[in-house]
């Protein structure tokens, strides 16, 4: 039997993780079911139906779809989203409790028998301090296996939504962002976009995700004009490149006691 193999997620817009729907070949985007996860059994979405599946990480095997999920299943999952809010007010009055500084609970995630809790949250500053206390007070209450993991600040701006730095009433993470791609300075300088913090971060406090979407289409343009300091000819004479405009296609050339002027970049020709 051929492998057929299925992208599932677990959240509205989660990352998509690849298991073995073999034994399930008649699954359809849009089902439900059942599979075995580092966190216990969850129930997730079929979100995509893989054609050239990728080999596993590492030497371990790929995880398999254990079976359909039932109504039941369905009910149980939103018993535990109710009870994962709970969890995390419980966790932040005993944090508070504790006095543990720079740790902010972010969300909560039961396994879908209830017999794991995982704590996401952040932690600013010291990398070593110790949560075993928070982590037994929590253990205690709900009776379940509980593991504490860290998450950046990406991913907690992901998790908690609102409005985008830019006004949007949502942030482009929590609308159809499963990954986060890495965005440099460097996106920025680009696109001439100030370097100011308030213009080049979002409200997660990194750089700005957008950095990246008009950033191939900048480099290729980038690339059929001169490079500022260069001396180029223009229909007024010679002059050296300040600034390109790749979005206007545009070049900014002092001429100097002419002043500075700015060309359509056709208009512009090398020296020499």
Not at 183 to 202: D, F, H, R, W, Y
């Amino acid at each position: 039997m051929a492998e057929f193999i299925v992208g599932i997620r677990f959240q509205k817009v989660g990352k998509i993780y690849h298991f073995d729907a073999t034994q399930f070949p008649d699954l359809v985007v849009g089902d439900h079911v059942i599979v075995d996860t580092s966190r216990g059994q969850q129930l997730g979405e079929v979100a995509q139906i893989v054609t050239t599946p990728e080999e596993p990480e590492g030497d371990g095997a790929r995880k398999s779809v254990l079976r359909r999920a039932t109504p039941r299943d369905l009910v149980s999952r939103q018993v535990w989203e109710q009870k994962e809010t709970e969890a995390v007010e419980y966790s932040r009055q005993k944090l508070a409790e504790l006095k543990l500084s720079g740790v902010k609970i972010i969300a909560a995630e039961f396994a879908l028998d209830g017999g794991r809790l995982t704590i996401l949250h952040t932690l600013d500053g010291n990398d070593k301090l110790d949560l075993n206390p928070l982590r037994k007070l929590i253990q205690k209450h709900y009776r379940s296996t509980v593991s504490l993991r860290k998450i950046g600040p990406r991913d907690a701006a992901k998790i908690i939504g609102g409005l985008g730095a830019c006004g949007l009433e949502k942030r482009c993470c929590t609308m159809y962002m499963p990954e986060f791609i890495p965005i440099s300075i460097k996106m920025a300088k680009v696109q001439n976009v100030s370097l100011a913090p308030s213009e080049i971060t979002g409200m997660c406090g990194r750089l700005r995700c957008c950095l990246q979407y008009e950033f191939d289409s900048y480099e290729e343009s980038r690339k059929l004009m001169p490079r500022p300091k260069r001396i180029v000819i223009t229909p007024l004479g010679e002059g050296k490149v300040i600034k390109v405009n790749p979005l206007m296609e545009t070049v900014l050339v002092d001429l100097g006691e002419q002043g500075r002027k700015e060309f359509p970049n056709e208009e512009i020709k090398p020296r020499g």
